[in-house]
């Protein structure tokens, strides 16, 4: 087998390799933001809430590594899923505060009695609850991906016009997100959490546990990806993408193919981004602008595509930069992005994997395969 | 007489933008048979193999395999019943190697949460290693199949027609670039395959046809022109006239 092949030895050892790296770097500061200010090696709230928020995007990033780089699907609209599951997580977040509220009233948030609503739209009911929370941040995600894939999958939409309608899906959603009376804030979100589970959420114990949680599920979504892309069902998905028809005549559906992928994706970037409102303290409609969806597919691109760590990698990686140019020169961050994206297309089309891969040459055992001498007997 | 029919095609038009490109064709094979359909370009003869595998819905006739109504049926289920369809141009997963490719052509787990746990059956391992022995890919095996030359993916990609064990093969223009060589062994694999399943070859190639030695269909203007041996339709003056004399 080709020793890089997505199904092969090394590309495991490497999704091995990232998921101890995230659990660690992800404890390790979580350990050294509850060190004693003055000490050296303390990590203050503000580096624990960007790691986590690069994290949470990088739970983005796999899932669009998942549909795009394997299934074929370039999504553009994959923010969708990752603000509904911000959403679901923030329902739980604002009921948390209770009679805290500006209104301090215990049963409505903040923004429903501005608007002077009697009692909950159903679809708050039982938000209360962390476990039915905790339901609906990927269900929520997975059953619209469910309907919308179904119905695009089983029309036989693909390429570019499916790219275009994930555009749309998720623009639509940001505009009626925005609309006070869908009763979700409108264009303020949800904000102004204090607790979660109980736990403060301004207090460093609770950021850093939430760090390491972000890290662990991260870890946990990337060999959960790994196990589905090395299945028979994964050959079968890099199959479907680069030879649909071909698929069929063999018998298989390729419908219901890229939709068991595209729902799974759905899911993961909806936990993806419940962790992120936890971490980042708030969810509005501009999590839903297509910006954020295009924005995901470039880290894919940067940490190369088809390969899971690299999906992870990128999203870090990018999002750092961009803190660290939007710091030094915050006018010219998307004309940094644009020529990253370019430069990535043009000179590293494998990404940052593919020039890793480049460095490091394969060692000589896996270059040449065996040649079996045995064969089976007749049939 | 029906029920002796493996493939019964009977009285099927397709019309695409006013043109017909099937007209009142009518094809049938017993099971066990081999028959070779040669035409010029146009003739129909690839619309008649996506008539039977499902691709193209007939405007009127009626399609039989095994007794069930094919033209009710999308290309999946017909797979499924026992058709496999090679294309003219070799189509094999590239980006899998030809172990790969194989597994995912063996009849038998097709639902997308079964493939998920799937592990490879001591059948699946002895089925993929007689197919790699047909094929002579043996020594490829583990290499990715989009390096493969033209001819080695024409035969993986016949090899895995035979991992879906279908009762009926379509085989459309499999010798197309290959060598004399490669086509003479390729007609020794197709009769192979014929001594346990039924095959229909759509070949230009007329020494390929003869090394085949089976019955001939021509196909011209969406119909059949003529059937019989290769000797008897050679000699056919209305066959020389569409197809052999030019």
């Known amino acids: ?379 | 007489m029906t029920g002796d029919l493996l493939l019964d095609v009977r009285n099927v038009s397709v019309t695409f933008d006013g043109f017909r490109a099937i007209n009142n064709l009518s094809l049938s094979l017993r099971p066990g048979e081999m028959r070779a359909i040669v035409g010029p370009n146009g003739a129909g003869k690839t619309t008649m193999m996506d008539i039977i595998t499902g691709k193209t819905r007939p405007d009127t006739g009626t399609a039989r395999f095994q007794g069930h109504d094919l033209t009710r049926l999308d290309e999946p289920a017909i797979a499924r019943l026992g058709i496999g369809r090679k294309f003219q141009k070799p189509t094999v997963f590239e980006a899998l190697s030809v172990t790969e490719n194989l597994l995912l052509s063996l009849k038998g787990i097709r639902s997308p949460f079964a493939m998920l746990m799937a592990r490879q059956s001591a059948r699946e391992r002895e089925r993929i290693a007689h197919l790699l022995q047909l094929t002579r890919l043996q020594d490829m095996a583990d290499q990715p199949a989009g390096g493969m030359s033209h001819g080695q993916k024409q035969w993986l990609e016949i090899g895995m027609l035979m991992g879906q064990e279908p009762d009926l093969l379509l085989v459309d223009e499999p010798v197309a670039g290959m060598t004399d060589a490669e086509t003479m062994a390729t007609a020794d694999l197709l009769r192979e395959i014929n001594r346990t399943r039924s095959v229909v070859v759509v070949e230009h190639d007329m020494d390929f046809v003869r090394a085949l030695g089976v019955g001939v269909t021509v196909l011209h203007e969406g119909a059949v022109l003529a059937e019989g041996t290769l000797d008897e339709i050679s000699a056919d003056p209305r066959v020389i006239e569409v197809y052999l004399g030019r």
């Open chain 1, 1 to 379: 087998m080709n020793p890089f092949s997505v199904h092969g030895p090394r590309n495991l050892r490497g999704v091995i390799w990232m998921a101890v790296a995230v659990v660690v770097v992800a404890g390790g500061l979580a350990m050294a933001s509850l060190l004693p200010e003055g000490s050296p090696f303390h990590a203050s709230a503000f580096v624990v809430s960007l790691a986590g928020k690069y994290l949470a995007y990088a739970m983005l990033a796999l899932s669009v590594d998942l549909v795009w780089g394997f299934a074929g699907i370039l999504t553009l609209g994959h923010a969708a899923f990752f603000a509904l599951g911000g959403y679901a997580m923030g329902m739980y977040l604002m009921r948390e505060i209770g009679a805290r509220g500006v209104y301090g009233n215990a049963s409505l948030p903040d923004f429903m009695i501005f608007l002077s609503w009697k009692s909950l739209p159903w679809y708050w009911w039982g938000s209360e609850h962390f476990a039915w929370a905790a339901l609906l941040v990927v269900a929520v995600p997975g059953l619209l991906a469910g309907v919308f894939g179904w119905l695009a999958f089983r029309s036989r939409v693909s390429g570019v016009y499916l790219s275009i309608i994930t555009q749309a899906l998720t623009y639509a959603l940001m505009l009626a997100f925005f609309q006070n009376g869908l009763g979700f804030g409108g264009n303020n979100g949800l904000t102004d959490f204090k607790d979660i589970l109980g736990a403060d959420l301004h207090a460093p114990l609770t950021r850093a546990v939430l760090l390491v949680v972000t890290g662990v599920l991260l870890a946990a979504s990337l060999l959960a990806a790994r196990f589905v892309v090395a299945s028979r069902f994964g050959h079968l998905l890099v199959a479907v993408r680069d030879a649909e028809n071909r698929t069929r005549f063999l018998g298989y559906r390729p419908d219901q193919v890229k939709l068991l992928v595209w729902v799974f994706s759905a899911m993961v970037a909806g936990l993806g981004g419940a962790l992120y409102v936890t971490q980042v303290g708030i969810i509005n409609p501009g999590e839903f602008a297509p910006a954020n969806s295009i924005e995901s597919v470039i880290w894919v691109a940067v940490g190369g595509r088809g390969t899971l760590c690299g999906a992870v990698l990128g999203a870090i990686l990018v999002n750092l930069g961009k803190t660290l140019f939007t710091a030094w020169l915050p006018e010219f961050w998307l004309y940094g992005l644009g020529f990253l994206f370019i430069g990535t297309t043009l000179f590293l089309p494998q990404g940052i994997m593919g020039l890793l891969r480049h460095v490091r040459k394969p060692p000589a055992e896996e270059v040449t395969p065996e040649v079996s001498d045995t064969q089976g007997g007749e049939a």
